[in-house]
């Protein structure tokens, strides 16, 4: 993007384009681009407002049956305009929830242990059948009711615990036509990889020669059976071969394997037969044992086998397009919008000593120059917003407090709240801490700054994962880092020359930009400084990918004399000199003044006069 002459809509333009962009605009824009699209509006322009328009455009219109919306938190879900206000008792809404832990009662604990280790089957079976009917539990059965549904909700993580959910609802519901929202792109972008670890296929082959005297004549038994024993003398290439189609075990004999692991060896047993069971929709090219602890590994590609809008404002679409490997091009229709209010401005610090390696050792000079520029900013009736790493979120707030205090200003109360995104009681506070990556409803609207304590950087390790995990490890390429000087900025490419053509050198850049530069501009977003008047610092080595830095400082004496924001060394100066002043006009001589200051007398003649 171009982000010198892209148009900016903000302020009286905003309204015109949220009238523009209706649900049915929307709709329309889906159709004529293929079905595939990325909304890229960022917090505040309207996208809580457009998912809901899209959703009743959507139940009001012929082009879909069903519409499927996944939020990155239930308290999202619960901010949607249909949970809140229903349009009307005819539309049928299926509200996927998570099992409900306080009906389970004495018996969650070990529901808990059920969950995490593969025994759902076990669970319904020995706690939902005896208790179900007795605390009116509808969670078993809200799975069946998306066959007559017209909207199904439901939180991300479904995606990415059920690989598989969205094929398997298109089955159930036939010839339907599905729609899917994605509420920012949390399922895209996380990790479909599986490890199934010797241990657990050793105890599954052990039961299925337990189980033989009951199922020995069924074909899915004798399946079953032979390909376990083969895959236990597979090599990795064999792994790549389109021969590993398990059946699907009868529900009587998964609960049957469930029981006997379970009384055999209790927490040790993990069980993996579901997981087999999707094996053979597994990429053949990510498949591998572990050479350290011989695991089976496999990815499942997170494909979305209906039409789609994912609404993101900090993804490229490239992205997306990578991931969810698709031969079709996405939709972005905004990206020749600039959204960012006129008045905002967004200043940078392109400083290596905000990285958390050396973080601690500056700590000291970051958070003064912040202190003093806080006192500034509450004294012309200004609300701050701090972001952190988490592990230092806590001793900010301790040492800013401290140095706040150190200059008087007890006035001012810096305050966190530790795992929620929400400063419930200190609603009314002068300074706030979140920490980055924290998400859910936004509470910040009503605050001017948004400052960076520390900068926010991953190790290239997760933007390979982000990659190439869809490959097995033999097949991956190297990628190498580099710092680029004045200003500095992170840079990432292939390392060998021979892979500078491939998808993996084009995408590296992007994909460490949005695992980066995309958590920082979510996290300054929460304060709105795309729809009013805000000032941001953020403290990043690299570009801002979707707006222009109004001023990019090389080191952090350089914000200090932009803002006007005095050395902690030279205030100590300026104090000494002030009150070396005082004592002269009080009839003081050199030698009385040094004395009562506590200093030699030669620093009481340098500020003498």
Not at 46 to 63: F, M, N, Q, Y
Not at 77 to 102: A, D, Q
Not at 203 to 229: A, G
């Amino acid at each position: 993007m171009n982000k010198d002459k892209t148009p900016i809509v903000s302020g009286t333009d905003l309204e015109n384009f949220r009238s523009a962009y209706s649900g049915e605009k929307q709709l329309s824009i889906l159709k004529d681009s293929g079905g595939k699209m990325v909304v890229t509006w960022p917090v505040g322009i309207g996208k809580s407002h457009s998912i809901d328009d899209v959703i009743e455009a959507s139940i009001e219109g012929s082009d879909y049956d069903i519409v499927l919306i996944f939020e990155p938190t239930r308290d999202l879900i619960n901010e949607r305009r249909l949970i809140k206000n229903p349009l009307n008792s005819e539309i049928n809404i299926v509200n996927l929830k998570p099992r409900p832990k306080i009906k389970c009662g004495d018996v969650d604990d070990i529901w808990s242990v059920y969950e995490v280790r593969g025994m759902g089957t076990l669970g319904r079976a020995e706690i939902c059948k005896k208790r179900c009917e007795s605390v009116n539990c509808s969670w078993l059965k809200q799975h069946q009711e998306i066959t007559s549904a017209d909207v199904v909700f439901g939180t991300q993580a479904y995606l990415k615990n059920v690989p598989l959910l969205l094929h398997d609802i298109k089955r159930r519901i036939g010839d339907k036509k599905i729609l899917v929202l994605l509420d920012e792109v949390n399922f895209a972008m996380s990790s479909f990889q599986e490890r199934l670890s010797d241990l657990h296929l050793l105890q599954l082959v052990e039961l299925f020669d337990d189980i033989k005297e009951s199922f020995k004549d069924e074909s899915w038994f004798k399946e079953w059976q032979y390909k376990l024993n083969v895959l236990r003398k597979a090599q990795t290439l064999d792994l790549c071969k389109s021969t590993w189609g398990f059946p699907r075990i009868p529900m009587q004999a998964a609960l049957m394997i469930q029981q006997r692991g379970w009384n055999k060896w209790n927490e040790q047993f993990s069980y993996i037969g579901g997981a087999l069971e999707v094996f053979h929709d597994s990429l053949p090219k990510s498949r591998q044992f572990d050479d350290n602890d011989s695991s089976l590994v496999y990815s499942i590609e997170p494909k979305i086998p209906a039409d789609f809008v994912v609404y993101s404002a900090t993804i490229d679409p490239l992205l997306i397009k990578y991931r969810l490997n698709m031969k079709d091009d996405i939709c972005s229709p905004y990206e020749h919008f600039r959204f960012l209010d006129k008045k905002t401005r967004w200043y940078n610090i392109s400083s290596g000593i905000g990285a958390a390696k050396n973080y601690p050792n500056n700590r000291a000079q970051i958070l003064d120059f912040f202190s003093q520029l806080i006192m500034i900013r509450v004294d012309e009736n200004k609300k701050i917003l701090l972001i952190s790493r988490k592990k230092y979120a806590e001793s900010v707030v301790e040492e800013l407090q401290e140095m706040l205090r150190e200059n008087d200003r007890d006035d001012i109360r810096v305050t966190y709240s530790a795992g929620s995104d929400s400063h419930g009681d200190n609603i009314d506070c002068q300074v706030h801490v979140i920490h980055y990556g924290v998400v859910g409803i936004n509470n910040y609207e009503d605050f001017d700054c948004a400052y960076c304590i520390q900068s926010y950087y991953i190790p290239i390790d997760l933007v390979s994962q982000g990659l190439q995990e869809l490959f097995r490890d033999d097949l991956h390429i190297e990628l190498d880092l580099e710092l680029e000087r004045l200003p500095c900025r992170r840079q990432i490419n292939v390392k060998s020359s021979d892979h500078r053509f491939t998808s993996i050198n084009a995408l590296a850049q992007p994909m460490m930009d949005h695992l980066e530069s995309g958590v920082v501009t979510q996290a300054v977003g929460r304060i709105r400084p795309y729809t009013s008047a805000c000032e941001v610092i953020t403290f990043q080595c690299s570009e801002n990918p979707h707006y222009k830095y109004d001023e990019d400082f090389l080191s952090l004496d350089a914000a200090r004399s932009f803002f006007d924001v005095k050395h902690q060394r030279s205030r100590r100066k300026e104090e000494l000199s002030n009150r070396v002043q005082e004592h002269k006009k009080r009839g003081l001589k050199q030698k009385e003044v040094s004395s009562c200051l506590g200093v030699s007398v030669r620093t009481v003649r340098r500020y003498w006069n």
